[in-house]
């Protein structure tokens, strides 16, 4: 046989050792953190639970996931380990102040709401009294010689479905013929 047909083969275990040595490194991390835990540290489950350890035993760890409330799980149901400020942020929203940080600069807010003055209101362009529902640009006035909008449904009718929306111009345009409520026979076209 020739080094050129073993090849292949050769990568192709050197890869899957590769690939399981990594693995057991993670397995052997993750085993550590599990029988390191102690009493008093906030745990999150592999379930994404957060407790507190009260009690650890060979196979077992006695978890507070409330105050009083205790629950029984195996060490490997311990999914990550988490130091004291960050399970305080997450249980109870306790969120570190600039100086625990060691942050001289100010904070920058999440939101814009902040950075308007006396709390104002944004002037976007709008006129107050502007027909949003006309097409064309919002800022245009009415024109003078344009007739006034019919107020009754029958004379909207009779003055132009173009002021509707498609669905309103199908409906007026049935209701104009007669053949709204109508069945009609999809090939023939019969009622």
């Known amino acids: ?82 130091d004291d400020e960050e399970y305080n942020r997450i249980v109870h929203g306790e969120e570190p102040s600039a100086a625990d940080l060691g942050l001289d600069a100010p904070v920058v807010p999440d939101d814009a709401s902040s950075l308007t003055e006396g709390g104002s209101g944004i002037d976007l362009g709008k006129k107050p009294g502007a027909d949003l529902t006309k097409k064309g640009s919002d800022d245009a006035e009415p024109a003078a010689d344009a007739p006034a909008e019919p107020e009754d449904a029958a004379a909207k009718d009779s003055a132009g479905a173009e002021s509707g929306t498609a669905a309103q111009q199908d409906e007026a345009a049935e209701q104009k013929t007669g053949k709204g409520d109508a069945k009609t026979d999809g090939e023939t076209g019969t009622k």
């Open 1 to 82: 046989m020739s080094y050129a047909t073993l090849l292949p083969f050769i990568v192709l275990i050197g890869a899957m050792f590769l690939m399981t040595r990594s693995a057991k490194k993670k397995q052997a991390a993750a085993a550590s953190m599990r029988n390191e835990v102690q009493p008093g540290v906030g745990v999150r489950t592999i379930g994404g639970m957060f407790a507190t350890v009260k009690e650890v035993h060979d196979e077992m760890v006695l978890l507070e996931v409330a105050p009083g409330v205790h629950a029984v799980y195996a060490k490997n149901a311990i999914g990550a380990v988490l």
